[in-house]
C-alpha cells in the first residue's frame, strides 16, 4: 500500500516533534514532593537559581511514612494519604544540578516525610503561543 501525500500531511503533523536531534540530553523535567511549609523557601531559591517557571500541584501520597493519625473531637482518625505539594519544573540540562541542591537544602527538614525528587529526559517542549522548541521553549 502506497502512502499519499495527502495522507501524510494529515496523520504526520506532529512528526516535526521527532525531527529535532538530541533534545533529551540537554533538558530535564525535575517532579518534587515536598512539604507544603517549604512551598515559598524552594520558590525563592530557584528564581535565584535562574529558574523562570515551575508548576505546583497539591497531591495526596504516603511512602515510608504510611500516613497517621489524628484526633478530631475526641475520636481518632486514620489519614491514608498524607497532602503533599508537586514541584514541577523543565529546565536545561546545565541547571540540573545547581536546582536539585538548593531544592534539597530548602526541603530537608532530616524528618521521614520530607519527599521525593524523580529527573527525567525531556523529549521535547514546545510553546504554544511562538511554536518555539527545545530549549528556546522553555
Not at 512528526?15 to 515559598?40: C, N, Q, V, Y
Not at 493519625?69 to 544540578?97: N, Q, S
Not at 520530607?114 to 521535547?124: A, M, S
Request: aromatic residues 6%; contains cysteine; proline residues 3%.
Amino acid at each position: 500500500m502506497e502512502l499519499g501525500s495527502e495522507w501524510l500531511a494529515d496523520n504526520l503533523r506532529g512528526a516535526r516533534i521527532l525531527e529535532t536531534p538530541g533534545t533529551s540530553r540537554d533538558m530535564k523535567k525535575i517532579e518534587a514532593i515536598i512539604r507544603h511549609f517549604k512551598l515559598e523557601d524552594i520558590k525563592s531559591a530557584l528564581i535565584e537559581c535562574g529558574v523562570e517557571g515551575m508548576t505546583i500541584t497539591e497531591v495526596k501520597g504516603f511512602g515510608r511514612q504510611r500516613g497517621h493519625t489524628e484526633m478530631y473531637r475526641g475520636t481518632e482518625y486514620a489519614i491514608d494519604f498524607v497532602p503533599k505539594v508537586k514541584v514541577e519544573i523543565a529546565l536545561p540540562d546545565d541547571l540540573l544540578r545547581p536546582v536539585l541542591d538548593k531544592i534539597i537544602d530548602c526541603a530537608q527538614t532530616g524528618q521521614i516525610g520530607d519527599g521525593k525528587i524523580f529527573v527525567t529526559d525531556l523529549e521535547e517542549v514546545i510553546r504554544i503561543r511562538t511554536g518555539e522548541t527545545g530549549r528556546d521553549a522553555i
